[in-house]
T-cell receptor, first 114, second 110 residues
Framework: EPEVTQTPSHQVTQMGQEVILRCVPI?????FYWYRQILGQKVEFLVS????????KSEIFDDQFSVERPDGSNFTLKIRSTKLEDSAMYFC????????????FGPGTRLLVL | TQLLEQSPQFLSIQEGENLTVYCNSS?????LQWYRQEPGEGPVLLVT?????EVKKLKRLTFQFGDARKDSSLHITAAQPGDTGLYLC??????????FGTGTRLQVFP
């Protein structure tokens, strides 16, 4: 069964460093998303991406964040200068159609900022 | 605030018992999805409901979307230890983003 994959599974970084989290969405899906989950808290929407541009973003997704689809398969989330409060699980998701229907999530990347 | 409140927050039951988890909001949602999440993993989609009053069954799991599309329930019949996990409802309102509920952590003891 097709699934969303994410790399790395864990990332430890120093505050102020740049990180890039990678995702390979399900191959026939056209809509891509990033969510995060701070330990013990709810899953929160960050950004959605369709047709090579951001379609919606939350207030969390400030200028330190960016997304890119550099080739036909990868979807990346970059955090330019990490802060302690960026420590969280970051989940990539994809869907065949938009409107948040049937989003399939990856296993997540656990980011720890020291 | 488009809040989705789940109840109960925690549930510990014996194998074979039935249970119901509720997901409530004061807002109307276009669709609602239920996910199950294991520790350290991503949410796994169980079902999507889109029509008010809709009922969907997935083996021992029954999902219902409220008539007014503000609430949903998940009923598990004859729970098994393999049902243990965090159950999340998530709604959308004609946008791309899912709004996740507060979660219900279920523990089923053999």
């Amino acid at each position: 069964e097709p699934e969303v994959t994410q790399t790395p599974s864990h990332q430890v970084t120093q505050m102020g460093q740049e990180v890039i989290l990678r995702c390979v969405p399900i191959s026939n899906h056209l809509y891509f998303y990033w969510y995060r989950q701070i330990l013990g808290q709810k899953v929160e929407f960050l950004v959605s991406f369709y047709n090579n541009e951001i379609s919606e973003k939350s207030e969390i997704f400030d200028d330190q964040f960016s997304v890119e689809r550099p080739d036909g398969s990868n979807f990346t989330l970059k955090i330019r200068s990490t802060k302690l409060e960026d420590s969280a699980m970051y989940f990539c998701a994809s869907s065949e159609r938009g409107g948040a229907l049937a989003q399939y999530f990856g296993p997540g990347t656990r980011l720890l900022v020291l | 605030t488009q809040l989705l409140e789940q109840s109960p927050q925690f549930l510990s039951i014996q194998e074979g018992e039935n249970l119901t988890v509720y997901c409530n909001s004061s807002s109307v949602f276009s669709s609602l999805q239920w996910y199950r999440q294991e520790p350290g993993e991503g949410p796994v989609l169980l079902v999507t409901v889109v029509t008010g009053g809709e009922v969907k069954k997935l083996k021992r799991l029954t999902f219902q979307f409220g008539d007014a599309r503000k609430d949903s329930s998940l009923h598990i019949t004859a729970a098994q230890p393999g049902d243990t996990g965090l159950y999340l409802c998530a709604g959308e309102r004609n946008t791309d983003k899912l709004i996740f509920g507060t979660g219900t952590r279920l523990q089923v003891f053999p």
